[in-house]
Nanobody, 121 residues
Framework: QLQASGGGLVQAGGSLRLSCAAS????????MGWFRQAPGKEREFVTV????????YYADSRQGRFTISRDNAKNTVYLQMNSLNPEDTAVYYC????????????????WGQGTQVTVSS
């Protein structure tokens, strides 16, 4: 089970840190991803961190502004988001990677409930 939190309303240029706490299973063996979905749009890849934490990948537009990290002792993955802009407004989801491309939602088999991020201009 995945529980995402940390979303909220922030002004453009601000920052938020999202958390995703996992329960059940062996978290340290999971590659974890973040996706987001804006109203009327498809769910899109944000970033992923491999189970070891040594490899991370980002969507091009998020590189440099967003940082994914994990604490396996706390069964939690984080998404630090800086320099937010209104285009970042979306529901953010964490997910467990199953197989296939990291960049495709179909490659993930467990999803959290999502946390709303709203960036005002």
């Amino acid at each position: 089970q995945l529980q995402a939190s940390g979303g909220g309303l922030v002004q453009a240029g601000g920052s938020l840190r999202l958390s995703c706490a996992a329960s059940g299973g062996t978290f340290s063996r999971y590659t974890m991803g973040w996706f987001r979905q804006a109203p009327g749009k498809e769910r899109e890849f944000v970033t992923v961190i491999r189970w070891s934490g040594g490899n991370t990948y980002y969507a091009d537009s998020r590189q440099g502004r967003f940082t994914i990290s994990r604490d396996n002792a706390k069964n939690t993955v984080y998404l630090q988001m800086n320099s937010l802009n209104p285009e970042d407004t979306a529901v953010y989801y964490c997910a467990v990677h199953s197989a296939g491309s990291y960049y495709r939602a179909e490659s993930y088999n467990y999803w959290g409930q999502g946390t709303q991020v709203t960036v005002s201009s």
